[in-house]
């Protein structure tokens, strides 16, 4: 009774491998940004081809920074090393991603509204996720 498991894998709770939620999340989110660039280059002005590219782009950067930062802190030795969450990195992301979005708008390259529907792409990633979850949940069900 007083011992715990000391690490539990993702695999063994869920029967699936650790990441593989991350994985299909950034799949999911590179398929959206395509998907809405192919569109707009058709019907939009070059623009908003633009902002969705840039915006998409920093969607999946700051994902990648993200995931990196969490990974970084539930990775840490607590007996060996004291704990410092840098603030600077998260405070640091958003900087470069907003100086970036309005240098971009400051010279007429991009439409705003598109890079920030570009930099929603974790939405529909979300959504596609969700949609998946309620299927698996809804056949693997047990019958009563």
């Not at 940004?33 to 915006?55: C, D, F, K, Q």
């Not at 782009?57 to 700051?62: A, D």
Request: glycine share 8%; with cysteine; hydrophobic share 50%.
């Amino acid at each position: 009774m007083g011992q715990i498991v000391n690490s539990i894998s993702g695999e063994t709770v869920t029967g699936q491998p650790d990441g593989a939620l991350e994985v299909r999340l950034l799949r999911t989110m590179i398929v959206t940004v395509i998907g809405a660039v192919i569109v707009s280059m058709v019907l939009a002005p070059w623009r908003v081809t633009l902002g969705l590219v840039l915006g998409g782009g920093l969607s999946l950067l700051n994902y990648h920074w993200l995931r990196t930062s969490v990974k970084a802190i539930f990775n840490i030795d607590y007996a060996a090393v004291r704990p410092r969450v840098r603030v600077s990195s998260y405070i640091l992301r958003y900087l470069v991603t907003g100086i970036v979005v309005f240098a971009a708008y400051r010279l007429r390259l991009i439409s705003l509204a598109a890079t920030i529907a570009g930099l929603c792409s974790f939405v529909p990633a979300l959504f596609v996720e969700a949609v998946r979850q309620f299927y698996l949940a809804t056949i693997h069900r047990e019958e009563s």
